[in-house]
C-alpha cells in the first residue's frame, strides 16, 4: 500500500521560503511520477508541479515558475517543494501526489495517491 506523508508547512511572511517534503512508502517508485498540488479555501484543487521519478524531468504551473523547485531523492523516496519569494495567494493547503506512469500529469484525476496535505499561509 503506498503511503505519502508531508511535512513543512507552516506560516510564513510574504517574500519568505518554505521547503515541503513528501516521503513515500509501500513500493518502488522507478515507474511513477510525483506532484504537488494545493487547494485554497472555496477554490478547487490546482496543480503546482510535478517530478518524472526516473527522469528527474519536471513540469510547473505558470503561477510558480521560476519561484518553486521540485527535486526527489530516490535514495530517500523522498520528494521536495522549495518554495522562494512567497505570495499571500500562495496559501493553501499543500498535497503530494503519485501516479502510476513515468510521465508527469497536470490534473489531480490523473493521480492514484494522496498525502493527507500540510498548511501553508503566507502573510502579507
Known amino acids: 500500500q503506498v503511503q505519502l506523508v508531508e511535512s513543512g508547512g507552516g506560516l510564513v511572511q510574504a517574500g519568505g521560503s518554505l521547503r515541503l517534503s513528501c516521503v513515500a512508502s509501500?513500493?518502488?517508485?522507478?515507474?511513477?511520477?510525483m506532484g504537488w498540488f494545493r487547494q485554497a479555501p472555496g477554490k478547487e484543487r490546482e496543480f503546482v508541479g510535478a517530478?518524472?521519478?526516473?527522469?528527474?524531468?519536471?513540469s510547473y504551473a505558470d503561477s510558480v515558475k521560476g519561484r518553486f523547485t521540485i527535486s526527489r531523492d530516490v535514495v530517500k523516496n523522498s520528494m521536495y517543494l522549495q518554495m522562494n519569494t512567497l505570495k499571500p495567494e500562495d496559501t493553501a493547503v499543500y498535497y503530494c501526489?503519485?501516479?502510476?506512469?513515468?510521465?508527469?500529469?497536470?490534473?489531480?484525476?490523473?493521480?492514484?495517491?494522496w498525502g493527507q496535505g500540510t498548511q501553508v499561509t503566507v502573510s502579507s
Open positions: 501526489a503519485a501516479r502510476r506512469t513515468p510521465a508527469w500529469g497536470r490534473r489531480s484525476v490523473e493521480y492514484d495517491y
Open positions: 509501500g513500493r518502488t517508485f522507478s515507474n511513477y511520477a
Open positions: 517530478i518524472s521519478w526516473s527522469s528527474g524531468s519536471t
